[in-house]
Nanobody
């Protein structure tokens, strides 16, 4: 079982930046594809970004050019660097993991992921 713990959320002004971290338990972090999702009040959970075992990345259109997903296998951590934040980025951000034998595996569907963190709130003020 993998445990995921997100951190780095908080209140930020529009145009500002924030880096989210997701620390994973266990010694096989490098065997997992990772993803970030978010859920705003009254809305469905939506895909934000994903990264494969060999660092292929995928982004939803609304964050392309502003957000960057990365991973540090030595630290069992995946990051989401968020720049040029907008009020519409306000949401609870969740990280998720998927054990993958395919090093190129990267998916945007929430159903593709096996483990989820508890989430961290990001609020962007206008």
């Amino acid at each position: 079982q993998v445990q995921l713990v997100e951190s780095g959320g908080g209140l930020v002004q529009a145009g500002g930046s924030r880096r989210l971290s997701c620390a994973a338990s266990g010694r096989t972090f490098s065997a997992y594809a990772m993803g970030w999702f978010r859920q705003a009040p009254g809305k469905e959970r939506e895909f934000v970004a994903a990264i494969s075992r060999n660092d292929n990345t995928l982004y939803t259109d609304s964050v392309k050019g502003r957000f960057t997903i990365s991973r540090d296998n030595a630290k069992n951590t995946v990051y989401l660097q968020m720049n040029s934040l907008k009020p519409e980025d306000t949401a609870v951000y969740y990280c998720a993991s998927k054990l993958s034998f395919n090093r190129d595996y990267v998916r945007s569907s929430a159903d593709s992921y096996d483990y989820w963190g508890q989430g961290t709130q990001v609020t962007v003020s206008s």
